[in-house]
């Protein structure tokens, strides 16, 4: 599959991830662990479908409550369960709970919020810094360990750091458990199991409450709600989708986990005299299970979408995925807001995006069911293929002389199950309708065929050049990359369609390549081309969208300052640039709250 391609290749400073911004996936599958579901909470059921003013109106609120043990739509999709903080949630934030099939509790807008206007600002109830960045936050308070931040690492695990802030009272509750913490990496190891996992499992285990009778509702701080573990727990993970190899490393990890949090006494003292029990194997897979389905990346959000931890955010995890969202996340410190990127009505549905949006249908599809294991019924998915941008992702100019139509694949067109072009879809054009197919390569009778008549042996052609370009590029030999990149845009330029994710992979790197070069001009053409072709695909105001008009402010300053520049045109240049940076300011203001440029 084409993501193969985006992996690609480590130079990209600007290349713009918005994976990194989604709902992270520690490992791909999900593990076993019901929980029962408290039904003693009010049910709010709606009629099927995504976010629509109409699908809210028309909805009918089902009074029948059934027993269910398990959570989320997979089997309590008739159940409505509020999470513990909900009510507080809502007295604070402009959106209420409701439960629609196929696609569990969706968060509803109460009334018309405005774009750029905070929906949810949560402290997390853990979070975890991932091993690679362990030393990047402080891993108390989350906070970005810059240079001239002071931090102090535990000589004894040689892993928690902390700022020298939270130093002491981090350092002071890090000692109860520091042993045990010294044995994951080696936990990890033996049962083929995630270390970050494992530590955000043991974190949440710390986090369960004292005392059963405990209701588990948090509190609001200075506009911050500060939601429970008992709000994590009524979060939904998808049980029984799990391969049984994930079951049993996960298995394996908690169980030895287990053994290390008995053995130490620190943490048995200390857990126990304060009327906690300790976990249960069955608990501790429940919460890895959790983790999966509702972790969140968290990190600065500068140029580089730095997406240096973990964190459970039990209200941001209400809102379900949209690959058109109305609402995008970003983190500060332990704390993650959502702020709405558009003016949404009341009623219609708050949508996050989990995934990267530039991307054809069939592939979010299938990255979707296989990270998160569902398959999504958001309104881009659901438009049909004849009508939507997706089909301009993945198609072929049509080969009929005369003809200025696309060619649509048709595995598209199913939408799910996608799987790696394997002579199985046939290849329709949208204007003369020409259907070519590679198993019985059809032609129209009478019409004239030139150029690629094989669709499908184009894109694996394309597939195979950008690969190799990709390759030279992530050896960072910039000159070479740029002529295999200028070459694979002209070759494929024209017969793919222009919005094609292949001629779109092959932009930013060449715009990199072309900055490495010193050649400010190719690389702002190259940047303009990238922004032309995003703004089609993802909403506006997009932090993606927002760093390309950043690097571009940048390239035309740039070219204002080089000597060769006459000063009428270093003028232009730098009002062109100025241009750029306020629409990255507006973007910023709206997304973030903040209107700054990234540094
Ligand atoms: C982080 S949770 C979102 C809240 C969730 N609906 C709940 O009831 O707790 C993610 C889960 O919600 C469901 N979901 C989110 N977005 C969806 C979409 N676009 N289509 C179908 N299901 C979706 C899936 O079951 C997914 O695993």
């Known amino acids: 599959m084409r993501r193969s391609i985006r992996g690609g290749g480590e130079v990209s400073e600007m290349e713009v991830d918005a994976v990194a911004n989604g709902v992270a996936a520690l490992e791909v599958e999900d593990s076993c662990g019901a929980v029962v579901v408290d039904e003693g909470r009010e049910g709010k059921v709606e009629a099927e479908g995504e976010g629509g003013v109409a699908a809210a109106k028309s909805s009918k609120k089902k009074k029948k409550k059934k027993k269910v043990n398990s959570h989320g739509p997979d089997s309590s999709a008739e159940v409505f369960q509020a999470l513990p903080s909900q009510k507080l949630v809502e007295s604070l934030f402009p959106w209420t709970a409701v439960m629609r099939p196929r696609r569990g509790r969706c968060a509803i807008a109460a009334r018309d919020i405005k774009a750029g206007e905070a929906v949810v600002v949560e402290q997390a109830v853990a979070f975890v810094p991932r091993s690679q960045d362990r030393t990047s936050v402080c891993h108390e308070c989350c906070r970005d360990l810059h240079r001239d931040v002071r931090s102090v690492e535990c000589s004894r695990c040689k892993y928690a750091v902390y700022c020298q802030d939270c130093e002491e009272s981090a350092m002071a509750s890090h000692s109860k458990w520091c042993k045990v913490s010294q044995q994951i990496k080696e936990v990890a190891k033996i049962s083929d199991c995630d270390d970050d996992l494992l530590r955000f499992v043991m974190a949440l285990a710390l986090k369960r409450p004292l005392h059963n009778n405990d209701g588990g509702v948090g509190i609001l701080k200075d506009g911050v709600i500060h939601s429970t573990i008992q709000d994590a727990l009524a979060l939904q993970t998808h049980e029984g989708k799990a391969t049984s190899a994930w079951k049993a490393s996960v298995r394996r990890g908690c169980n030895l986990l287990l053994s290390n949090w008995s053995l130490y006494s620190e943490v048995t003292e200390n857990v126990t005299s304060t009327g906690s029990?300790?976990?249960?194997?069955?608990?501790?897979?429940?919460?890895?299970?959790?983790?999966?389905?509702?972790?969140?990346?968290?990190?600065?959000?500068?140029?580089?979408?730095?997406?240096?931890?973990?964190?459970?955010?039990?209200?941001?995890?209400?809102?379900?995925?949209?690959?058109?969202?109305?609402?995008?996340?970003?983190?500060?410190?332990?704390?993650?807001?959502?702020?709405?990127?558009?003016?949404?009505?009341?009623?219609?549905?708050?949508?996050?995006?989990?995934?990267?949006?530039?991307?054809?249908?069939?592939?979010?599809?299938?990255?979707?069911?296989?990270?998160?294991?569902?398959?999504?019924?958001?309104v881009r998915c659901s438009e049909p293929l004849k009508s939507s941008i997706d089909r301009f992702l993945e198609a072929a100019m049509c080969s009929v002389k005369g003809c200025d139509g696309v060619q649509v694949k048709s595995i598209s067109l199913a939408g799910r199950n996608y799987k790696r072009d394997q002579g199985g879809s046939s290849w329709e054009c949208d204007v003369c309708s020409r259907v070519a197919?590679?198993?019985?390569?059809?032609?129209?009778?009478?019409?004239?065929?030139?150029?690629?008549?094989?669709?499908?042996?184009?894109?694996?052609?394309?597939?195979?050049r950008l690969a190799t370009a990709m390759a030279v590029y992530g050896e960072r030999k910039f000159k070479?990359?740029?002529?295999?990149?200028?070459?694979?845009?002209?070759?494929?330029?024209?017969?793919?369609?222009?919005?094609?994710?292949?001629?779109?992979?092959?932009?930013?790197?060449?715009?990199?390549?072309?900055?490495?070069?010193?050649?400010?001009?190719?690389?702002?053409?190259?940047?303009?081309?990238?922004?032309?072709?995003?703004?089609?695909?993802?909403?506006?105001?997009?932090?993606?969208?927002?760093n390309f008009y950043f690097c571009l402010g940048e390239m035309y300053i740039e070219r204002a300052d080089e000597s060769s520049t006459s000063p009428a045109i270093a003028k232009r240049y730098r009002k062109q640039g100025q241009e750029a940076f306020q629409k990255v300011r507006l973007a910023r203001k709206i997304c973030l709250g903040k209107a700054n440029l990234p540094s």
């Open 437 to 464: 197919n590679p198993v019985s390569s059809t032609s129209f009778p009478g019409k004239n065929i030139s150029g690629v008549d094989k669709p499908w042996e184009l894109e694996i052609e394309a597939e195979n």
């Open 480 to 546: 070479d990359a740029r002529v295999l990149l200028e070459r694979f845009l002209t070759d494929f330029s024209g017969k793919l369609h222009p919005l094609h994710v292949f001629l779109f992979d092959a932009l930013t790197p060449l715009m990199n390549c072309c900055r490495a070069l010193g050649d400010a001009g190719e690389a702002a053409r190259v940047c303009r081309n990238i922004i032309t072709s995003l703004e089609k695909v993802v909403p506006g105001n997009s932090l993606e969208l927002a």
């Open 277 to 378: 029990q300790f976990a249960t194997l069955e608990e501790l897979e429940t919460l890895a299970l959790l983790v999966n389905t509702n972790a969140h990346g968290m990190g600065s959000q500068g140029i580089h979408n730095a997406d240096v931890a973990l964190g459970m955010f039990p209200f941001v995890s209400m809102l379900n995925h949209s690959c058109w969202p109305n609402c995008c996340f970003a983190s500060e410190g332990r704390v993650m807001t959502v702020r709405a990127t558009q003016d949404i009505p009341k009623d219609t549905e708050l949508c996050v995006s989990y995934i990267n949006l530039y991307e054809p249908r069939g592939v979010r599809k299938q990255i979707l069911a296989d990270t998160k294991h569902f398959d999504c019924s958001c």
